[in-house]
């Protein structure tokens, strides 16, 4: 009879759904790159509205040579950290979306250029060293883009601080300052160096969802044959029994595989199990579910169409003409016929996978018994589905071609 247990019972994949995807990880760090940018532009704003409030206060008539200069300055720089910060906002709101980046990626832009303004008003004034601020941009560049996102802000910084250093350094007719040369360079350094950490974080982030996926799917199918396994079987029925329609389960198990393992060894067996298992995906529709549950024994689930009326024992009829077939295995031709019970569950009738697959399960006892008895081979329709099967039948005659020939 059957003895299976839910998933959750035999603990094969605890745990499993309880690990965040790749998609989870990066919306996560997406978020915080723009809350985080967010704050960091709030200093920044809310000075350069002092400065211009206090401007403002200081008399009405408007402002010439230098004064204007400045003023132009604080007002390009208001609209600019405004500019990028409407962009976060709208991020935050498709942080898993494809068009991410068309938010994200303007916002390298703003920032650069706002920083470099910033820092040429600041820089024009005696004894100022304000380049260190061009490092922002480029540190958000690289969390925002990788080593691409870096350099792309490196190159928009480096310009501008070099141009209005050659422009501040004519005008004051100086010589000009070490920093042209090294802020640059070490803007370079910390742009190769941030953008690879992100880039390399990306590929690990990557390399651990193809692993999760590959964990994942060792956990729900079975290694032989490939098909879902219990753990996989569980959640997909129970999805389907919660479903409109009518399911049908079909529990399948292999006459005289046993004598397959131990006349042939266990290395025939596993190639005819594969068989055994490409004919069934063969023959079973889309909307079809095969899973492997035990040595010999697999599960069919189905549902809609193929479930509705008698069309289940159609597909049942049809699974046990596939597995009659014999098997070619180099010389050795095998053939296993297979025994099947089947049971269905009408719409709206409230019935669990264990229950069904215990129907089921003795419904192909009942099939093995007639099969034994050398009666015509014939299925339960239904009728007296719980009525035990005493045993086994003896296992159908293995011959290879040489033998075959002979008689």
């Not at 159609?314 to 010389?331: F, K, M, S, W, Y």
Request: net charge neutral; hydrophobic share 45%; glycine share 8%.
């Amino acid at each position: 009879m059957w003895r299976g247990t839910s998933p959750s019972q035999d603990g094969e994949v605890e745990g499993m759904d309880q690990l965040p995807s790749a998609e989870d990880t990066l919306a996560r760090r997406r978020r915080t790159i723009e809350l985080v940018s967010l704050a960091s532009r709030l200093p920044a704003l809310l000075l350069t509205s002092v400065s211009l409030l206090f401007w403002g206060l200081g008399g009405s008539r408007l402002p010439t040579g230098s004064d204007r200069g400045d003023l132009v300055v604080l007002v390009v720089a208001v609209v600019l950290l405004l500019s990028a910060s409407a962009l976060s906002v709208l991020a935050l709101s498709r942080l898993r979306s494809p068009r991410y980046s068309v938010f994200s990626a303007p916002q390298i832009v703003l920032e650069s250029c706002c920083s470099v303004l910033l820092v040429a008003g600041i820089q024009a004034q005696p004894s100022s060293q304000s380049w260190p601020m061009l490092a922002i941009p480029v540190l958000f560049g690289a969390s925002r883009h990788q080593l691409g996102g870096a350099l792309s802000a490196w190159l928009l910084v480096s310009t501008g601080f070099v141009g209005f250093s050659a422009v501040h350094t004519v005008e004051a007719h100086a010589a000009v300052p070490s920093t042209v040369f090294t802020a640059p360079l070490i803007l370079l350094i910390l742009a190769l160096g941030t953008g690879g950490q992100a880039r390399a974080y990306l590929a690990q982030l990557r390399h651990t969802e193809t692993a999760r996926a590959a964990l994942q799917h060792q956990a729900t199918h079975d290694a032989l044959t490939g098909l879902p396994n219990r753990a996989h079987l569980y959640p997909a029925a129970e999805a389907m029994l919660d479903g409109p329609g009518d399911v049908a389960v079909l529990v399948l198990d292999l006459n005289g595989f046993k004598n397959v393992n131990d006349e042939h060894g266990h290395a025939a067996g596993d190639q005819l199990l594969r068989v055994v298992a490409d004919r069934l995906r063969r023959a079973l529709p889309a909307t079809g579910l095969a899973a492997r549950v035990g040595g010999d024994e697999f599960v069919v689930v189905l549902t809609g169409p193929a479930a509705a009326g008698d069309a289940y024992l159609e597909i049942a009829d049809r699974l046990t003409a596939a597995l009659d077939e014999p098997v070619q295995l180099g010389n050795l031709v095998l053939r296993t016929p297979a025994s099947i019970g089947s049971v269905r569950r009408p719409a709206g009738e409230v019935t669990d996978l264990d229950t069904l697959l215990a129907r089921a399960d003795a419904a192909m006892y009942a099939d093995k018994e007639r099969s034994r008895r050398r009666r015509p081979a014939r299925r339960s329709r239904g009728a007296d589905p719980l009525a035990p099967g005493p045993g086994s039948p003896s296992p159908a005659p293995v011959r290879t071609p040489q033998e075959a020939a002979r008689r």
